[in-house]
């Protein structure tokens, strides 16, 4: 008994599915450790279990798989922000907190704030992170900033603004010679920017 074509084709799918998302694992786990420059697509396909004609079947080259690498890392950066636990502050306080302590991973650092900017191109990253990252900014903004900015401003443009700040934030703290010291400086500042542009806590809700 022949097997219906409609079958054939699903099972050729869920491969072929299997194959990218299998890709992109091994990729994401070669770009973090050992940076775009050191990952070849041989190692990749290996680490992978399949040939290096199935990377090209899935990505036109390394650089269009590591965008793919480059947004499901920002894609979870984003969600595990959002996802955060709240914590003592105000909502944009403990978004800070949250990004911060996210954007420190390995695969942040060296794919989102390292290397992506290289590869990619900032405006290219901007506008990844963009996608992922107006939603959150927005809600945040609307939240917790000054009216009087907000309509002077914008909130789509406060929420670039921000994320411009955010991002080059993890880059400075990617790059320095001691991260741990950077963060707790960036910390500091970041939170400071962040209550002078909100509006009073005990103004909120009145």
Do not use: W
């Amino acid at each position: 008994m022949s097997i219906p074509k409609n079958a054939v084709k699903r099972l050729r799918d869920v491969h072929a599915e299997a194959t990218r998302a299998a890709l992109l694992a091994a990729a994401r786990q070669r770009f973090s450790q050992m940076g775009f420059a050191g990952t070849s697509l041989d190692d990749v396909a290996g680490d992978a279990g399949t040939t290096k004609g199935a990377v090209y079947h899935h990505f036109k080259d390394k650089k269009a798989l590591f965008r793919a690498v480059y947004e499901e890392v920002s894609q979870e950066l984003i969600a595990a922000i959002a996802a955060s636990p709240g914590l003592a502050g105000s909502p944009g306080e403990v978004a800070l907190h949250a990004f911060l302590v996210h954007a420190g991973q390995p695969a942040c650092l060296r794919v989102l704030f390292t290397d992506g900017p290289m590869v990619l191109g900032a405006a290219e990253c901007r506008a990844i992170d963009t996608r992922y990252s107006l939603g959150l900014l927005n809600r945040l903004i609307e939240s917790q900033v000054a009216p009087d900015l907000l309509a002077s401003t914008g909130i789509d443009a406060l929420s670039k603004m921000l994320l411009a700040v955010f991002v080059e934030s993890a880059q400075i703290i990617a790059s320095s010679p001691e991260p741990e010291a950077t963060m707790v400086g960036i910390k500091q500042v970041l939170n400071r920017m962040i209550v002078a542009l909100s509006v009073p806590q005990e103004s909120r809700g009145s």
